[in-house]
């Protein structure tokens, strides 16, 4: 299978929050069509009325994370700790790296900021295809580690 495109950035986390259970309902986004669902506090999956697909709620206190699919450009939530994220609308899996993980580097052509896996020897740009050498100080590009 052949490397599938990194979103820009993770983001931060976005905490699950239980509302109060008196009778109050809580949303997530449908599975199979992206739609917002409304549902009752304490059900564990959710039946799309649109689409019928059957949604799991996370258990609560779950915290969740986000990032753009690399293929379709959709916002994509998942639990914190998965390593990839199908995309429900174009089935890209999408790496879902922490931010220590990802490193970030100029395209040596194009010069557009390019993101890759920490460790990798090379990255290739999306833009230009001009494949980058990384992690060697004689090249001339600067490299940029984030963490966390």
């Known amino acids: 299978m052949p490397p599938v495109p990194l979103a820009p950035y993770p983001t931060p986390s976005v905490p ?5 259970s008196n009778g109050a309902q809580s949303q ?35 915290e969740m994370a986000q990032l753009i699919c690399g293929g379709c450009h959709t916002l994509l939530m998942y639990i914190r700790g998965a390593t990839s994220v199908q995309c429900s609308c174009c089935h890209t899996v999408n790496l ?10 100029n395209c040596g052509n194009c010069r557009m900021l390019l993101m890759y896996q920490y460790g990798a020897r090379s990255v290739k740009c999306a833009v230009c295809s001009f494949v980058t050498s990384v992690g060697d100080s004689s090249t001339s590009t600067t490299e940029q580690k984030f963490s966390t």
């Open 16 to 20: 699950y929050t239980t509302p109060p």
């Open 28 to 62: 997530l986004v449908c599975s199979g069509c992206r739609n917002l669902l409304m549902y009752p506090v304490g059900a564990t999956s959710v039946c799309c009325a649109v689409c019928n697909a059957v949604t799991a709620v996370p258990p609560p206190g779950t």
């Open 96 to 105: 879902a790296l922490e931010a220590n993980q990802v490193a970030h580097v």
